[in-house]
């Protein structure tokens, strides 16, 4: 019903950019997309929101990204992008990204999540 895949991950230098990139497959009519985000898990560390963007194209970022990371996405396509600018070794991570879903008139929520994509910035 529901696919999440993540791509663009890899090796990048301390300073580089590089963009991940999710794409939501949504094969049931009846959901109705809340946000799409990018998540990180650090080595030892637990899971953590990175950004998100709501359905209403408003965003939120997590105080570590210092204004150096930018989510956007093709809401017609279910895309969402993590650009990532100025990479830091302590941005080396594997990063998730996960749709959030609803059904008009019910308050439950769904959250898919992919596999993730992993994210390595070199010293």
């Known amino acids: 019903q529901v696919q999440v895949t993540e791509s663009g991950g890899g090796l990048v230098q301390t300073g580089g950019s590089l963009v991940l990139s999710c794409a939501a497959t949504?094969?049931?009519?009846?959901?109705?997309?809340?946000?799409m985000a990018w998540n990180r898990q650090l080595p030892g560390k637990a899971r953590e929101l990175v950004a998100l963007i709501r359905s209403d194209g408003s965003t939120s970022y997590a105080d570590f990204v210092k204004g150096r990371f930018t989510i956007s996405t093709d809401s017609t396509k279910n895309i969402v992008d993590l650009q990532i600018n100025d990479a830091q070794p302590e941005d080396t991570a594997v990063y998730y990204c996960?749709?959030?879903?609803?059904?008009?008139?019910?308050?439950?929520?769904?959250?898919?999540w992919g596999q993730g994509t992993q994210v390595t910035v070199s010293s």
């Open positions: 949504i094969s049931d009519s009846g959901f109705r997309l809340n946000f």
């Open positions: 996960n749709v959030d879903l609803k059904r008009p008139g019910h308050s439950f929520k769904y959250a898919y």
